[in-house]
């Protein structure tokens, strides 16, 4: 696919399209801010940002020119939200080229910035060294005339030399120009690398301008390095210079304005500058309240704005960008005399001036500014009177810094403040507001809880303050409240009063009143407890133990105490078929309750009532209890089974219930019956836990159950055993033999074995088999069947695709299950392997597809394992517009609806563990061709006429296109095919008879069918000659110059390693263009390695052996005096990764 490359409205942006059309409202990313190059000292940090735009948001991204970035104690990464930037900090000790790149679907975005690393010793930026050199005082002759003369004039432009010489009174201007020369080589010497510079010359390299600047005219690379410069009674300072790319679009102006106006000096830059430096009369100026320096949000216009513009203010101001700098004159008119004035100390400036304050009725307020000295005095002014120290106002100086101190705001103090000193003065304004507050007082007694009992009534008031008109609101439980039958609220100038009549528990909660009026608000919160008896204690009522002497028990507490800790629980009991209820005690606030005065063997119920001091709750009601009888044994088990008798045996109760068991009762049941029978009789109970059952039928099946015999009497019976027959004991079976596996799936395997052989004495018949599976990643054996099967064999289901088994068969009957017998190895869950094959009756290698139809191509295949599928067109993978739908035994390719360029050579892939097979389909997707052109005849020869016409339009988009040509005599009726599958644009008719005529008719012909004819003119007609005139049109010169362009471009190429590479592209230009070749934007033209030729445009190079060091991006340039060109591909070495190519 073809990218198109171009150049951001950024500077030093390149931005790459990967789609040619761009949905609407979408975008390709781009930097709204660029990271900038940056210098830094050896040891410190450096941070690069970037501000990215684009829809999709881009991703971005850093890099380095020599190495990565991916030590985080070297380079961090991250994304400021609050700004929207990109942030790369970099701790590094090397100069390196970093580059920050933006990506989303539609295209990316590429800058690169440079960090420039110095070792902090001898070298200076160029922006220190420049304010330096600006801060040297040329002003050597205070009060002399003639030398401030001199200064003005060797610091002004040319066109400023006229105005100068007015002002000072001088008149000989030729004069003072020649002089003016010598001074200049009579005031300072400037030493370059190699020497002396001579400067002050237009037509030198180096010079020296006004305001003490060193500039060095049409820098070039050659021009960095270290620089020294001499200036009298001034130490030699060294600095290193660096190339920038910065300049002034437009310069700053002369501006002259009336004192007490503004001054706006601006100038616009060629290149993005977060910040330049801006000077005044041989200082720096800086952002404050005199000097206000903004920049545009693009950061190519710089503005500094002079406030209040005063004789003082009048001189030369500069803008520093870079290694550029541009100067302008501010004149400030006065009928003065502005010469010596502009000449006197600026005075303080403020460094910090005063800020907006609001303050609290009754609280203290301050107002601070910074003055740029400490030795100058102020004067403070409230609404343009004069403030003097006095219990409301404290006046504070420390050093530079000056205080006023409103010791209790009240409103009267509200109002505009100022600070007069050396003339500069600061304002800010003061408001005093009176938002609502509380008396502490009464917030305290507000905050404490109000207790009431239920039915009573509650108040709630608080005092307050604050500016009138205040909203009072009050709430229950977050829930405000309003005037109803319960709730009753009064409010008056200073406090409000909440009353909450006939209280129910319900409303116990956070009680929240809150104030507010247009100066601000606040709330207190308070609680309120309604006290109510408590709720019944919760059931159900646990046993914690019973015994024939005793019921201990215990219970929950109510879940409403009424807002009162439970002091105790009073207790009543009822024997069960009673009705009477005695009080039996009460328990000191535990739950729980010991009750001794029991009859064994009876039943109780209880009744339990919780107690406050606010009263008794309704009473809790027990379900029945007893004194305990015992607990269930554990299931009986069989010892050992015959045809007369079954020995059983179990384990006593856990539970004895508080005495001693007496015996046990043992039942049985026959398989079938509901009926459970005695085994002993009631009189006669088993002491031991065993027992021999001797009356019982041969061959029948029985199962048992016990209970134990207590003081008490019974208890519950134990869980019936299991199924017994009646019968002598068996002996296991033998293992199973010739297990195997006969066929397999991905979901399932089918096992077959042999019944194991039945030896007296030894081993018994099986009756059943068990079938168990153990999968790779599991350590235990998993059962396949519940109950035994009787069949030798066995299909195992539910299996997962390509899972690995081991799988094992066990032998069972009544004597119990015999030794496993396991597959020697493991079983994949697969068919067995079968190498892919097409199993299509007629497959089709050649289709043809009207253009709009849909292309259906359909592949049944056999193939175990399930095969990996692959469509390809021309070699490549087919493209999102391709539907592919696979099955366990096909694969379809659909083209929904067809076009010209789907035409092409469609192979499916089928390959798995067992092999690969392949087919190909050749697709034409064509439509009725069109006529061809204009039909023309010709003699050439006698009794022959050749028969010429125009192509086809569709012959360039049809290779397979051809051409027949149809006769038709004048002595015939019918037309005669001549000429068939004629792939050129004329055809020769023989045995043309004189005296008659032809008409011929030429068709276009292809897959699809055949198009109109186009029919020629009558050939044997005699006609009228007519006088032959020529008319020759005025000839025009024509300008035959173009620019170079490219008419065949580069194609993307792939080589194997040491195979010969040809490339070749066609150039059209008038004068010839002059080619060249770069690999990686180096030229090959000098390089013998490559064979260049350039023969009547058809441009090639020939690599002999390709290489990995051949790889890369080859680019071909054309250029003559019109214009340039240019054009790209991409070599890959086959098995290297494929790129795009991109054409310009």
Known sequence: LAAIRRRSNTPGVIITQYVINIPEGKSTPDFQCKPMPVTIEEGKSAVFKAVVKGDPKPEVSWRRAKGNISNKDKFLSKYDESTGEFVLEVNDEFTYIYKCCAVNE????????????????????????????????????????????????????????????????????NSILKKLEEKRKERMQSKSKNGAIPYENANEKHSLGGMNDFSIKGLSQKDKGMNQVDAKEVNDILTEFKLSNVDFVIKIQEIKVQEGEDALFECVLTHPLPKMTWMGKGRVLEDGEKYSITVSDHKLIHRLLIKDCKQLDKGIYSAVAGITSCGAWLVVEDRSDCTMLCMLDPGVQFICGLSDVSAIIDETAELT????????????????????????????????????????????????????????????????????????EYLSSFSEPVTVKVGHNAIFRLHFLGHKPIRIQWYREGEQLQDNNNVKIETSASHSRLLLTRCQRKDTGEIKVKLKNEHGFTEAISHLIVLDKPTPPLGPAEVIENSATCIDFKWRPPKDDGGSPVIKYTLERQQVGRNTWKKIGETQGVPSYHDTDIDHGRKYCYRIRAVTAEGTSEAMETDEMQAAFPGPPAPPKVVNAYDDCIHMSWAPPNNKGGSRILGYILERRKKGSNLWTVVNAMDELIKENKYAVKDVVAGMEYEFRVTAINLSGAGEFSNPSEFVVARDPKKPPGKVTGLKVTETSYSHLVLTWTKPEEKPDIQDEAKGYFIEILQSDSIEWTRCNSTPVITTTFSVKGLKSMNTYWVRVIATNDGGESAPEELDKYVIAMPSPVRPKFTNHKKKSFMVVRAGNSVRIRMNFEASPRPDIIWLKDNMPVTKRVTISNSDGSSQLLIPSSERSDSGIYSILVKNLAGQETFSTEVRVTDDPKPPGPVELEENVPGTVTVIWEPSPDEKRDDRLHYTVSKLDSTKQTWTTVADRLFNNKFTVCNIMHGREYHFRVYAKNDMGISAPSESPTWGVEKKRDKFVVNVATREDCDLRCAPTFIVPLKVHTAPKGYECYMSCAVQGNPRPRITWYRNHISLNTNTNYYISNTCGVCTMLILRVGLRDMGEYFVTAENALGRAECSTVLNVRGERETQMHIH
């Open 106 to 173: 539609y295209g990316k975005a590429v800058c690169t910035a440079s960090l420039n690393v110095t070792d902090g010793k001898d070298l200076f930026v160029l922006s220190t060294f420049l304010n330096w050199i600006l801060n040297v005082k040329t002003d050597r002759a205070d009060g002399q005339t003639e030398e401030k003369f001199w200064d003005a004039m060797l610091n002004a432009d040319r066109k400023d030399y006229e105005r100068i010489c007015t002002e000072y009174g001088v008149g000989d201007l």
């Open 369 to 440: 500014c910074k003055l740029s000295g400490e030795d100058c005095n102020g004067t403070w002014f409230r609404d343009g009177k004069k403030i003097h120290p006095d219990d409301n106002f404290l006046i504070i100086k420390d050093g530079a810094i000056h205080k006023l101190v409103i010791i209790k705001c009240e409103e009267e103090h509200t109002g505009k403040y100022r600070f007069e000193a050396d003339g500069r003065k600061t304002e800010a304004m003061v408001n005093i507001k009176d938002p609502p507050r509380f008396d502490p």
